[in-house]
DNA sequence: CCTCCGTTAACCGTATCGGTTAATACCATT
DNA sequence: AATGGTATTAACCGATACGGTTAACGGAGG
């Protein structure tokens, strides 16, 4: 990959990878062409040829960045930090939520890439994966104190459950195409908000006065 | 379409069928190739074009099949009749599962359908999506009982999230490729359960014990 | 006027596309 | 064995789209 792809003004290099993004997003490693990529980002096929020399660098660059960049805006939002649940699960979405509004598909084409399919790209992809998703999880649950939530509640279960909620949520305004943002973050607020009420003893409390 | 094609064996439509929904799944409606459809589903592509004339009318006849058979089997498990929310949901859920044993890629096929920008079809997938989804929402609400459940709870809510951590989790699997529907069912079969002892005033009272 | 450099139009050989055709393989009837 | 019909396909067609290259354009600095 051409350095000189980093002396290009910001504005430039984002559209750039948003256009990787999107077109990569929307179909597979071998059906999405290049030219439509240039196209997207608004620049000629021949110079985007031009930063990186072929597709499956290209593809791979795109790949690395995305993993870096999400796991760059994770740190950096404190979500590793936090003790507390909820609020290590409103740092964890405000990150993400960050993220897509700089990079609208980086979602969906992450987690094509995951799954992709394709000889070229699939084992490149499989190795550098390492940090990239969950393991969190397993030890987020061992701090929990069974004191703060309601009686007999099967915590693992309600974990699993707010994350699948959280990603279904999120999917079908992926799917939908529209990234509208900031609704998201009011869905996702109203979320927390009713989880809160519902699955902790405090939260009980007031809402049945 | 050539009636000829209901005169095929079932296993060999269903094959058909199957080899569309998963090409047109993962691909644009024009970056899905009918020779690969032709390929999944074990005939020449000569034959494939012999029971329908061309590739709009093999994706329209898809679309239109996908939603017969999603309403057919929604109203044969009577998910519709149900009273009891988590019952209905039960059923509907159960209807789902169904039919993606039979037609694994059905879901990812309708979505991604549903949202297609090809002027070449889109416009008459709008036209004919109709009775498809949603409606019910709203008037299963309205029949419930906010004596059944926890006090204070807020119904729309509550109902909100549980759609969406079923789509969630739907997706975690078809994202992955991996049709394990028997491991869906029991996931599902668990989040129904949780959601009674948590949702439900009876289901709190038991789990207090 | 020259040179450098970011940028692109135009090009190349090849592969793939939607769709057709003419010929096979198969099978029942005579 | 000859016949006729039907299911199925290999081979083909013109058009287009692909990944990648090249030669040239255009503007800024000297």
Redesign the interface.
Known sequence: MNPKFYGLPQEKQQSILNAGFHVFA???YK?SPMSEIALAAGISKALLFHYFHNKKELYLFLWDTCARITVEEMTRSGAYEQTDLFGSMDHGMQAKLRLMRQYPDIGSFA?RAF?EKDPEVSAEIQKSMGQYLQVHAAKKLEKLDPEDF?????LQ??YK????????????YI???IMDIDAMEKDFR??LD?WK???LRKG?EE???
């Not at 309601?150 to 099967?154: E, F, L, R």
């Open positions: 929307q179909n597979t059906k987690v799954y309601i009686p007999g509640i099967d279960m309600m459950e707010m994350y699948w909620a959280s990603e279904g949520c999120l999917w079908e799917q939908r195409g109203a979320l009713f009420t519902v699955y009980r809402a049945e006065k």
